[in-house]
């Protein structure tokens, strides 16, 4: 496999492993915002 | 004489014409819309693992739990979008962050996702369906069912042919749903949320059926996620074939299996853009129901699409489950419960019904998309409006939707039923048009700093500058995987791009051919109309008195019932109020609509003939146009807010008077109080005229009723103490009993009662009734107001 193969392998690698820990802490987040919405303890953001 | 039309307020001669540009829209809850996103989202459940077993292994059901889990966080980035823009969508979003170039690739990714949408569900229903049939076949075999004859015409068990029976049963689907909407079909929340109902019920069944068998007979494990587990094919590892033999790439790269083995997965989540198309109908609190919707299909998603896949590998034996089951893992799963084969089947039979409503629905779903992302396009100028000149006797854009359903039936057929091939080449359209939107979205972070209704969190400062760390992880997934694909999946990468190579280049040929075009019409426009917007329909704003009559048009050659209305209304005394609802349909409705949008080149000839009906009576007419997801809600909030005392409309292509006057009182219903009552007047060919009275209103009631009614009146008030009794107080004690009786244990046999009245045709119920009760003569003193009510 050639240099700039095996980079663009590593790349997009790099860019998946950090973005899935990223979207994992999105999914974390979101979901107590979820479940505080949901128990009816979130400000309402509607204007 | 005066101005046959309302002057203008400023110094021209121009036909003022109000363009409202707030689409009147019938508002529903986050159930319905949850329903409606399920419809499409949830259709992939029953195919999408079969598609990713067969390009990385047994370990995929892990990948579609993980994107199910992913699709979570897609979905975040899709609700900040519509809190920015209420009618969001991809081309709406990326347009207004990348501009039209960029807007026009992505739109071209979204068609390619929603021309493979109907093909992909129709075949995937047909598989279903014809694994049933062949069943039944293999089953009544076995019992020595089947003739002699039969079995002898077949060489054995009598077997239909998967594939392609599959084709003519998604040929079959897509051409009956390209007539409903040629004919212009309603979109209806209620007919979703009865599917998802459905599924549901099969669900529960599934999972805790499911539970029962794991639990009497144990389960074979699903391999974990790990690049050892990892099995591709020649076909799963597209261009990289050509370098990597199928299992040393996953060894090699290690996390790159992983991200291939995920871009096969992918298209489990898609249907994601129907929650931006949902969006505009939801009811207040919008942001809050949005993400009440949000949650809704996410968690369902990922119980029903993420456990049907794990349940597939962990109950169909390997030797039967991509062999056999690979196009109908569902229906696999049926057959391998815990139970009587008899009781399996039966289920398989119902799964294969649900299967059979919720991909249907997806065909119709994607022909509905399609057309309404071809619609806001050409009204953007970029497609030519030949496409959108209305259906001769519908009204409807029967070009855009030919063409619509013209690619698809040749998808379908150069498919030949392989549902492999067809989630393949989807996945290139659902991981393009996401990435091209979280792309839009994090430069629109940077590009627009307002205050949003919410955010992907989290968001750090740094310098007083905000890093969207949450959007930009959801990007650099969306992004590793879109890319990947290119490389693994060949014949999504070649259809793909070639399918949005010809659809740029039409759209960017179009917009330059109409640039010219469209510079003329808007002078010859300019010179003819002038448009002021309104956001609503208001009628101080609009100066209207009120008591006006409200004429909806819709074809310009269908103006008669304008001519019939103008020739008996004196417009000195009386506004009348020319009104052309301009639909945008489920998809449509979606996208922002600017006011040369609403005001289209065919509003311009439509009320150019409304006009020259007017001038050539001699009278004023006001003009409006009016956005709405729905005609009858449009004309009932229009004559509500404008306080019309009457509804003049010409006679529909499709419906009887009585059905027109049923749809419009449903729409009154649905419109919130204060409202006012008013008279629709449908006037058909020859100037005959149906009246009705929409709203609650005094019914007319029949001599017979009118008769029982005073025999009553004679004989209550005889009874002591009861003199003073009134007709209406009899009518009131006689409704607040019915309604009691109707409220309670009664109910069934007042039905009864009322069906069979509709259906007799001899003397009414209330005739002999009133026979039944004696006559008696009124005592000389009756009081004056009882002779008014009866006179009345």
Known sequence: MSILGTLLARILEAMFAVGSVGSFVVLLLSGIEDLKMLLGREESHDS | MSSPLQPSSLNSNRVRIVVATSVMLTFISYWRAAAIVLNDLASSAFYACGIAEQAVGKSAPWFIVAVMLFSFTVR????????????????????????????????????????????????????????????????????????????????????????????????????????????????????????????????????????????????????????????????????LSHIFSGQSLAHTFGLLGILMAFGHSVLAMSGEETLAQVNRELAHPKLRNLKRTAIVIAMYSLIFTGFSALLSVMLIPDAVRVPVYKDNLIAGIAMYLWGPQLLRLLFRGFVVVVGFLILSGAVNTAIIGSNGVLNRVSEDGVLTDWFRFPHRKYGTSSRIINLVVILQVLTILASRGNVYVL????????????????????????????????????????????????????????????????????????????????????????????????????????????????????????NIRPGNVLVPVRDYNTLAHLRWALERIDTRDQDVVVMSARVSRFGAAAYDLAMEQIFSDYEQTLFTRAVSVAESVGKRVSLLVVPAGDVWSAIVQTANNLESSAVVAGLSSKMTPQQQAFAMGRAWEAVPEPKRQFVLQIVRPGNKVDSFRIGPHTPTMKNEDVLLLHRLWLNITREPGLEQVHHHDILTEALTRFAHDYGARDREDIIKELRRTARESGPPVSSRTASQIPTVQPEPTRNENDREDLGS
Not at chain 2, 138 to 167: C, E, I, K, Y
Not at chain 2, 456 to 476: D, K, R, T
Not at chain 2, 492 to 507: K, R, Y
Not at chain 2, 529 to 535: A, K
């Open chain 2, 76 to 239: 975040a980035v899709y609700v900040e979008s519509c809190s920015m823009f209420v009618r969001g969508g991809v081309y709406r979003v990326v347009k207004e962050a990348l501009g039209g170039t960029l807007a026009k690739i992505s739109v071209s990714a979204l068609m390619f996702d929603y021309m493979l949408t109907g093909p992909i569900s129709g075949v995937s229903a047909g598989q279903y369906i014809v694994g049933l049939i062949n069943e039944v076949f293999a089953t009544a075999d076995a019992h020595g069912w089947v003739p002699r004859a039969v079995h002898s015409l077949f060489n054995g068990t009598p077997q239909l042919n998967v594939n392609w029976t599959s084709v003519a049963f998604a040929l079959a689907v897509t051409l009956y749903y390209w007539w409903e909407n040629i004919k212009g079909i309603h979109e209806s929340s209620e007919k979703a949320l009865w599917v998802m109902q459905i599924t549901t019920v099969m669900a529960v069944i599934l999972l805790g059926w499911s539970a029962l068998t794991v639990f009497r007979f144990g389960y074979q494990p699903v391999p974990l996620p790990t690049p050892d587990h990892l099995h591709f094919t020649k076909e799963s590892l597209g261009f």
């Open chain 2, 423 to 542: 989630g393949e080449a989807y996945a290139f359209g659902v991981i393009w048009s996401f990435t091209f939107n979280s792309l839009a979205m994090l430069v629109l972070r940077f590009k627009y700093k307002g205050i949003r209704g919410w955010k992907v969190p989290p968001n750090f400062s740094i310098a007083g500058h905000e890093v969207p760390v949450g959007l930009a992880s959801v990007f650099m997934v969306l992004l590793s995987t879109a890319l990947i694909n290119l490389f693994t999946k060949s014949v999504a990468t070649v259809a793909g791009v070639s399918f949005a190579v010809v659809f740029f280049m039409i759209f960017t040929v179009s917009e330059h051919a109409n640039r010219h075009k469209f510079a003329l019409a808007e002078q010859q426009m300019k010179d003819h109309f002038q448009l002021l917007q309104r956001d609503t329909v208001e009628r101080d704003a609009l």
